[in-house]
């Protein structure tokens, strides 16, 4: 089994920065193998892509994020790291670790997800 525990979230103001971080675990988990993502829910709106990183380290970012955000990855420690900067109020969502070696939703797995809100 593959846990996913993400970290960082809180409170900050418009314009400000956090650091999303993502911890994986598991039996047989190989890290390296894996595409990693942000995902965020905002209340009453569907789930949706912020950031991919494969492995090697291609990269994929939402057009609302982009030169605002910066996904990264460190293989030997299974972490996963969300910088972002220019916070917007707009930005306010749970956002959610999420890791996924294709072949199906037997291959995906998601984090507990953690709460980011831009606020004055």
């Known amino acids: 089994q593959v846990q996913l525990a993400e970290s960082g979230g809180g409170l900050v103001q418009p314009g400000g920065s956090l650091r999303l971080s993502c911890a994986a675990s598991?039996?047989?988990?190989?890290?390296?193998?894996?595409?990693m993502g942000w995902y965020r829910q905002a209340p009453g709106k569907q789930r949706e892509l912020v950031a991919t990183?494969?492995?090697?380290?291609?990269?994929n970012y939402a057009d609302s994020v982009k030169g605002r955000f910066t996904i990264s990855r460190d293989n030997a420690k299974k972490m996963v790291y969300l910088q972002m900067n220019s916070l917007k109020p707009e930005d306010t969502a749970a956002y959610y670790c999420?890791?996924?070696?294709?072949?199906?939703?037997?291959?995906?797995?998601w984090g507990q997800g953690t709460q980011v809100t831009v606020s004055s």
């Open positions: 598991g039996n047989r988990f190989t890290f390296n193998i894996y595409a």
């Open positions: 990183i494969t492995s090697p380290y291609n990269t």
């Open positions: 999420n890791a996924n070696r294709g072949g199906g939703p037997k291959y995906e797995y």
